[in-house]
């Protein structure tokens, strides 16, 4: 079966409840699922998943420290991660917060890795992104962004 990982840095708790919709979303469409906070990961387990989708909050336009941190450990496993899909999410404290560079900051980490992306042609281009607290329409969007994830998934690794 292939596995996903939808990994998360929350405080608050704004990022968990993104984090959840998007694991229900990839586990509708029958992939297994682990949603795991960041400190429950490291590097070396991004091997064992076809999906790889990670959230961080965003603070002063960037990903939260932890969030960085764990993503410049992963280079001990480039190239190990080429051609895995990826996505990201962020909430952050207000419009014009830094959500997009937040996201393509992840994204960028992702494409360096080799690995492959998906856009959305929708209101949410480089992952879903949640103003303060997330509400229906943006979790509503999560779930929406794990299934699109977990289908491109499984074109790509279907045996």
């Given at each position: 079966?292939?596995?996903?990982?939808?990994?998360?840095?929350?405080?608050?708790g704004?990022?968990?409840?993104?984090?959840?919709?998007?694991?229900?979303?990839?586990?509708?469409?029958?992939?297994?699922?682990?949603?795991?906070?960041?400190?429950?990961?490291?590097?070396?387990?991004?091997?064992?998943?076809?999906?790889?989708?990670?959230?961080?909050?965003?603070?002063?336009?960037?990903?939260?420290?932890?969030?960085?941190?764990?993503i410049?450990e992963?280079?001990?496993?480039?190239e190990q991660?080429?051609?895995?899909?990826?996505?990201?999410?962020?909430?952050?404290?207000?419009?014009?917060?830094?959500?997009?560079?937040t996201?393509?900051?992840?994204?960028?980490?992702f494409l360096?890795?080799?690995?492959?992306?998906?856009?959305?042609?929708?209101?949410?281009?480089?992952?879903?992104?949640?103003?303060?607290?997330?509400?229906?329409?943006?979790?509503?969007?999560?779930?929406?962004?794990?299934?699109k994830?977990?289908?491109?998934?499984?074109?790509?690794f279907?045996?």
């Open positions: 079966m292939l596995k996903a990982l939808v990994g998360y840095y929350s405080r608050t704004n990022t968990k409840r993104m984090a959840q919709a998007i694991a229900r979303g990839i586990k509708k469409e029958g992939l297994d699922v682990d949603l795991l906070p960041l400190n429950k990961i490291k590097p070396k387990d991004l091997l064992k998943y076809k999906l790889i989708v990670l959230g961080s909050p965003t603070y002063y336009g960037v990903m939260a420290g932890e969030m960085k941190k764990f410049d992963s280079v001990k496993y480039h991660l080429s051609g895995k899909i990826g996505g990201a999410f962020t909430s952050c404290g207000g419009i014009a917060g830094g959500a997009e560079t996201l393509l900051s992840i994204l960028e980490a360096i890795h080799g690995m492959v992306i998906m856009g959305e042609s929708g209101s949410y281009h480089y992952g879903p992104v949640a103003i303060e607290k997330p509400d229906k329409k943006v979790l509503t969007s999560c779930e929406l962004y794990g299934h994830l977990a289908r491109l998934t499984k074109k790509i279907a045996t």
